[in-house]
């Protein structure tokens, strides 16, 4: 899947986020969400996952994208 078929509901030009280098939390066609953020290693993952780790006002901002 590539970016450009994903609605980024976080990120807004300002700041670092311009460069699609920071947190930001995005919608698929199907529905669900692809996070991105700093790797964690809070502890290891199964085979196949990842861990990301983003801030708080990340996600409250998606929720408001979504009218949630």
């Known amino acids: 899947?590539?970016?450009?078929?994903?609605?980024?509901?976080t990120g807004n030009g300002n700041g670092n986020c311009n460069n699609d280098d920071c947190p930001?939390?995005?919608?698929?066609?199907?529905g669900s969400f692809v996070v991105q953020g700093d790797v964690s290693k809070v502890f290891t993952a199964p085979d196949g996952e990842g861990l990301v780790e983003i801030p708080e006002e990340t996600l409250r901002e998606a929720f408001r994208a979504l009218g949630w």
């Open 1 to 9: 899947m590539a970016r450009e078929e994903l609605t980024r509901l």
């Open 24 to 30: 930001n939390v995005y919608r698929t066609a199907s």
